[in-house]
């Protein structure tokens, strides 16, 4: 069984900065990428940042600059560097993880989502 742990959210002041984790643990036999999407409320979730197994990363426009993605060599956590946050940022973060899975089924894996809130 395939878990995906989010930990670093929290409250943090306009300007501030934070680092979010992924834990990544379980049957994953081919990792295509993974990833940090958003969903503030009343808002459709959307990406954030994704790096490919080659090492490859984007980003959305809102973020660039300001946020960068990164993993483990082993590929067993990924973190998100959060710096200059502003208040449009606040929303809960979720990691996602691409890849394999036993039966060699492409699946995406979710974790269960960390809040990120940006406030004076």
């Known amino acids: 069984q395939v878990q995906l742990v989010e930990s670093g959210g929290g409250l943090v002041q306009p300007g501030g900065s934070l680092r979010l984790s992924c834990a990544v643990s379980?049957?994953?036999?081919?990792?295509?990428?993974m990833g940090w999407y958003r969903q503030a409320p009343g808002k459709q979730r959307e990406l954030v940042a994704a790096?490919?197994?080659?090492?490859?990363?984007n980003y959305a426009d809102s973020v660039k600059g300001r946020f960068t993605i990164s993993r483990d060599n082993a590929k067993t956590t990924v973190y998100l560097q959060m710096n200059s946050l502003q208040p449009e940022d606040t929303a809960i973060y979720y990691c996602?993880?691409?890849?394999?899975?036993?039966?060699?089924?492409?699946?995406?894996?979710w974790g269960q989502g960390t809040q990120v809130t940006v406030s004076s």
């Open positions: 996602k993880v691409a890849g394999y899975d036993r039966s060699w089924q492409l699946q995406n894996f």
């Open positions: 379980g049957s994953i036999f081919s990792i295509v990428s």
């Open positions: 790096v490919t197994s080659g090492g490859s990363s």
